[in-house]
Structures are given as C-alpha cells and as structure tokens.
C-alpha cells in the first residue's frame, strides 16, 4: 500500500498519508487508484468527518507523478489520459473538509491535491513550485488549479518559472496559498486540532458549507480543466526529449527561494 490511513472514531478525523517517502511521495498508478478509492470510501463512512492529508517524512509533501511510472495513452492526438485527474477529493465527490498539512517540498502534481483541499496549513520549512516549464511540458491542470488560489500573477510565475524558483513558506502564507504555517514539529498536531473542531461540528452544516464555497467557483474550474488535454498534447515535448531535459537537471543552475 502507498498511503496509510488511520481513523479516530472518537474525534471523527481521518489522516491520510503519502506513504513513499523514498520516492519522495511520488504517486504512481497504484497510489493514484488508492486515493481515488479512499475519497470514494469515507463518502460513506459516518464516522469520518474531517480529514487530513499529508505526506511521509519531512522532505516531501508530495513531488507530483512519479518519473518511472508507465503511462499508456490512446493513439488519438485528441486524447490524453491523465492519471492524476481524479486523484482529489472533489473529484472523488468527497464533500466533507479535508486540510492539506504540507511538510516540505509541494510541487508539480501535488497541487492536484493541493487544488482541491479545503485549505492548507504549512510547515515553515515548506516549498513550492511546478517544474513543467523546465522539462518541456506544459503546466496545464496545475496552473489552473493555482490560479484559482492565488492571484494570477502569483499563479503565472510560479507556473512559468519551473525549476528556477521556489516559493517559500512564508511566501505562500503571503499571498494566500496556505492559511497558516506552523514550526515543523508543530504542523500535525496543529492540523488535528483543527480538523478536530470541524470534525465536532453538525456534519450536515460542515459539507453543505464545504459545497457552497465549492459552487462559487466549481464552473470556471471545470471549464478550466476541459481545455488541459488539448494543451498538454499540443504543447510538450516528445518523451525522450523531455527525459533529457530532466537527467540534465543536476548540472543545470541552482533554484533560488523567494
């Protein structure tokens, strides 16, 4: 298994944890599948009311699709199959709270999660950026998803910059990214407490809240999203290439944190 979920009957919250930390909770195929599973389970579990997403270990909150996964896509050039689409939680239809707790690197896929958590809190030690640009693909799905988080400058740079820049953690809390940034060893405890006060809350009121914030922007997200494909297949560059581009990223200039 490549997540762990642990569920506390008497608070009513749920942890979820990236569990591949060597990997730097890089989501294959199999993690993708169990997290659409486990979204899809705690619909009808009664005694989940909140949950808790975050990652093993320190270095990594999640690091997006996993390099050596194999993909298999259609021959069509009009469609491409994402295995990381229906990997959050609103896509799973889960309409119950679900805090983000960001323990060190957040980039590329990750903010398919990111994107449909109800917000998030982070470690102080915590980075973020989306290295599409630098390895000749198209930041499509990720740039959307963040564009609906931050301002749209904020979203453009992060998205345009790729491997050259990280966000830092006091950044992200700056321009709305995140909600709260903790001390490392403060960040899951933190989120537990507060998921446990949702959790405590009339559970109708929670998810019926959760969907209402969810509707003033479900729209111009799904519009969004519909035209990632298109892009993506117009836009990356073949495999190989791209292969090449990141085995040079060792001896390719530093990143600098803002």
Known sequence: MSLTVERDKTTGVAVVTLDRERR?????????AELVAVWREFRFDEDVRAV???GAGTAAFCTGIDRDAEVPQPGSPYSVDDPLAAIGPKAGDLWKPVIAAVNGM?????FYLLGE????VSSS?????DPHTAYGMVSAYEAVYMAQ???FGEAARMALMGTAERVGAQRAYEIGLVSELTEPAELLPSVLRTAETLAGFPTEAVQGTVRALWSAKQAALQQALAQAPALIALGNLPPDRQAALFASRRTSPGFRVR
């Open 24 to 32: 730097h909770n890089a989501i294959d195929l199999a993690t993708a």
């Open 52 to 54: 808790v997403l975050t």
């Open 106 to 110: 957040a980039c590329g896929g990750a």
């Open 117 to 120: 958590a109800d917000f998030i």
């Open 125 to 129: 030690t915590a980075t973020y950026f």
């Open 149 to 151: 988080r931050v301002p």
